[in-house]
Nanobody, 130 residues
């Protein structure tokens, strides 16, 4: 059974930092792209970043996010992280991690649509407020 479990969310002040974790079980990371998405109240799901479970290459859905956020992976622990720095009130959202199967020879770390992903976690709430 595939499971993705996010943690690390909470209340943080503007300008602060937060690190989200996504622990993945039931699949072989080598064959998956792992993405972070977020959904703010009243808005659609927005892509944040993607990491290839095969080679650790990364992709960010926007340059402003790339300037403040960093995705990384600890393969041995089957965990993907999202380091959030200099957070802003507009970063307030539920953050989800997701896994998408990537056939050999296909680029994993690219602008995958949310609908492409096969498995999702339950999400973790991040609130940026003073």
């Amino acid at each position: 059974q595939v499971r993705l479990v996010e943690s690390g969310g909470g209340l943080v002040q503007p300008g602060g930092s937060l690190r989200l974790s996504c622990v993945i079980s039931g699949l072989t990371l080598d064959y998956y792209a792992i993405g972070w998405f977020r959904q703010a109240p009243g808005k659609g799901r927005e892509g944040v970043s993607v990491i290839s479970g095969r080679d650790g290459s990364t992709y960010y859905y926007s340059d402003p996010l790339k300037a403040r956020f960093a995705i990384s992976m600890e393969d041995a622990k089957h965990t993907v992280f999202l380091q959030m720095n200099n957070v802003k009130p507009e970063d307030t959202a539920v953050y989800y991690c997701a896994a998408d199967y990537v056939p050999l020879g296909t680029v994993a770390a690219t602008d995958r649509l949310a609908d492409d992903y096969d498995y999702w976690g339950q999400g973790t709430q991040v609130t940026v407020s003073s």
